[in-house]
Each structure stands twice: as C-alpha cells, then as structure tokens.
C-alpha cells in the first residue's frame, strides 16, 4: 500500500507533536483534540510561550502542574463532551421537580406568614380596640 502524501502544514505539525510529547497525553485525557491543538499551532505559530510548558524537556514541570489542580475550563469542556444528551435531560427534568418543590414549600410559609400577620396589622392600626363601649 501506498501511503498519501500530507500536506506540508500538517507534516510539520506532526514533527512539533513529536517534540512536544505531552500534548499527546492531553489529547488522550480529552482536554483537547487534535483539530483543536493543529488549529492553535497554526494560527499562533510553534515559537509561542504556550507550547513551551508542554515540550519533551518540561514534562517535569507539566506533570507538577498537572498534580495541581487543571484548568476549570477544560474540566468543564471534558465533562461536557462525555455527557449524555439524554442523561442530561433527566438531570434537568429531576433540578426543575426539586426547584417546584422547593417553591411549594416557600410559598406555603410566606401563606402561613401573611396570615399571621394580617391580625397583627389590625392591632397595630388600632391598638385600642379592646375599650370601644
């Protein structure tokens, strides 16, 4: 079998991958894709600051980094992508019962509470009622 020619763009891409090993390991985690990285690599170009963390020789300091705590963001784009569309839905269908039922329950006290309170405001308008002949 013949193997097809890449194009030259991504041919330099998959050398700055091979010096750059750990952002295979992103990938495989799921924090980025492929488009995403070449897209990035593309447009910023392979002398930017970013890629410095993620080159052969600071795969130390990027497993410390790692150990840490990752980025908010892509913890939030991982989940995301691996959810369920309709395991979602139920989640949504279960928050907005738990919402209705705690709006049941809030408006049965401030019920309870208008209706104590309106006796008080009698007293309050006249507080000597209790001397009328």
């Not at 995403?36 to 130390?60: I, K, N, T, V």
């Not at 395991?87 to 208008?114: M, T």
Request: glycine share 6%; no cysteine.
């Amino acid at each position: 079998m013949t193997k097809k020619k890449l194009h030259p763009s991504v041919e330099e891409f998959k050398e700055f991958i091979k010096e750059h090993t750990h952002l295979i390991q992103l990938v495989r985690k799921g924090e980025y894709t492929w488009q995403e990285l070449y897209e990035d690599w593309y447009l910023l170009g392979a002398d930017d600051p970013r890629w410095q963390e993620y080159s052969s020789s600071s795969s130390e300091k990027v497993e410390k980094k790692e150990g840490n705590s990752n980025n908010w963001w892509n913890q939030i784009s991982g989940l995301l992508k691996n959810m369920d569309g309709k395991q979602v839905d139920g989640y949504i269908e279960k928050l907005n019962e738990a919402i209705s039922s705690i709006q049941g329950v809030l408006s049965q006290f401030q019920s309870h509470r208008s209706e104590g309170s309106s006796p008080m405001k009698k007293e309050r308008n006249d507080p000597f009622s209790f001397r009328k002949d």
